[in-house]
């Protein structure tokens, strides 16, 4: 696997998104992101829903893509905004943040997907 990027060919985009959300809210949290990821979307490669160890109200979720345009067309979608709207700001609270970035280099061993979800 070439994973040197120096010819400034990205081969993914990494989307991280971080939230505080209420107290009490991973179940729901859990059960909307289950319903999401059900939804067949162009150019996503992998998703992660993760909860800070130190902070229990803090979520980060880092999505995995082709190119930058399938981000745009992901954010610019009714998909997106009803998700947003509707699923997410009721248990979001207080600061987000979202950061787009490129890789560069990158290394993958063993990733399987959870089967058990």
Same mark, same amino acid.
């Given at each position: 696997?070439?994973?040197?990027?120096?010819?400034?060919?990205?081969?993914?985009? =990494?989307? &991280?998104?971080?939230?505080?959300?209420?107290?009490?809210? /991973?179940? *729901?949290?859990?059960?909307?992101?289950?319903? !999401?990821?059900?939804?067949?979307?162009?150019?996503?490669?992998?998703?992660?829903?993760?909860?800070?160890?130190?902070?229990?109200?803090?979520?980060?979720? =880092?999505? &995995?893509?082709?190119?930058?345009?399938?981000?745009?067309? /992901?954010? *610019?979608?009714?998909?997106?905004?009803?998700? !947003?709207?509707?699923?997410?700001?009721?248990?979001?609270?207080?600061?987000?943040?979202?950061?787009?970035?490129?890789?560069?280099?990158?290394?993958?061993?063993?990733?399987?997907?959870?089967?058990?979800?």
């Amino acid at each position: 696997m070439d994973n040197d990027n120096s010819s400034g060919d990205y081969p993914m985009y =990494i989307r &991280i998104y971080w939230s505080k959300i209420y107290p009490g809210s /991973w179940p *729901a949290i859990e059960d909307r992101y289950n319903k !999401l990821m059900q939804i067949p979307i162009e150019g996503l490669k992998a998703r992660f829903v993760s909860q800070d160890v130190e902070d229990e109200e803090s979520i980060f979720t =880092i999505t &995995i893509w082709d190119k930058q345009e399938s981000i745009v067309r /992901w954010e *610019a979608s009714d998909a997106y905004r009803e998700f !947003l709207d509707q699923a997410m700001r009721p248990l979001t609270v207080g600061s987000q943040s979202v950061s787009l970035c490129k890789t560069r280099l990158y290394l993958i061993n063993d990733l399987q997907p959870q089967t058990d979800v």
